[in-house]
């Protein structure tokens, strides 16, 4: 479970109180929504919105991949996947890995999940222990010449130059205030048509997954049929 330290309730809701003060006095908005539209099925009015925060180099975010994709796929147009980076500050190059998922998405909508599944599969190559003995210019370049073969070898200088471009560094910072506006504590973190699912910090598995949505399809499915006194 890869989740912050959760203090007493107390210090939680002074906490909450004190930060609540400090994001309305200090926080930007953004110029545009933020996260990754899976497939760029955007939310419709009658879709299921299923918000995931996921940190590219977590083992929980790993394995709750695969299941929350197979249920996509399901449920069609039903429901909308909206994934958002959330680095953990405990794990190094999560902030690095976030930001090279904004860097990619300025070339197309699926290059984040195309380099998002790279990092699943390869997330070892980027624990802590891993590069402890290098520069930090030296894992950059290493990320960036990781996320070129990912999505293209030809677009190395072009990823290795959004590292220096601050637009990619806010856009990861936004990524992660609006996880923590949402209460986001762990990874993985599930919200679904707003409300947040229980079990944060744990995969999800596809079989959980159905037994969420489907009373939710099936509620919206009898609500637009339209009673039958009405046609009387």
């Known amino acids: 479970m890869e989740q912050f330290y959760t203090p007493r309730p107390e210090f939680l809701v002074v906490g909450l109180l004190l930060f609540s003060v400090s994001v309305h006095a200090q926080i930007s908005i953004p110029s545009k929504q933020d996260g990754f539209w899976y497939k760029d099925r955007a939310a419709g009015i009658d879709s299921i919105l299923i918000e995931a925060f996921l940190d590219p180099v977590c083992p929980d975010s790993r394995d709750a991949w695969p299941p929350l994709k197979q249920a996509f796929e399901f449920y069609g147009s039903r429901v909308s996947l909206v994934v958002y980076p959330f680095a953990l500050p405990y794990h190094d190059n999560a ?89 986001v504590y762990g990874t993985p973190f599930f919200f679904v048509n707003g409300y947040p699912l229980p079990d944060a910090g744990s995969a999800l598995s596809y079989k959980d997954w159905r037994g969420f949505i489907d009373p939710l399809v099936a509620e919206a499915e009898a609500s637009r049929v339209e009673p039958s006194h009405y046609l009387l």
């Open 95 to 183: 902030f690095l890995c976030s930001r090279a998922l904004h860097i990619v998405n300025k070339f197309n909508s699926s290059s984040p999940y195309k380099l998002l599944e790279s990092f699943f599969g390869s997330q070892e190559e980027f624990y802590n222990q891993k590069t402890f003995n290098l520069s930090r210019a030296s894992v950059v370049a290493y990320v960036a010449k990781f996320a070129a073969n990912a999505v293209g070898n030809t677009l190395y200088d072009e990823i290795k130059a959004g590292f220096s471009d601050s637009t990619t560094d806010q856009a990861t910072r936004y990524s992660f205030k609006y996880g923590c506006l949402k209460g």
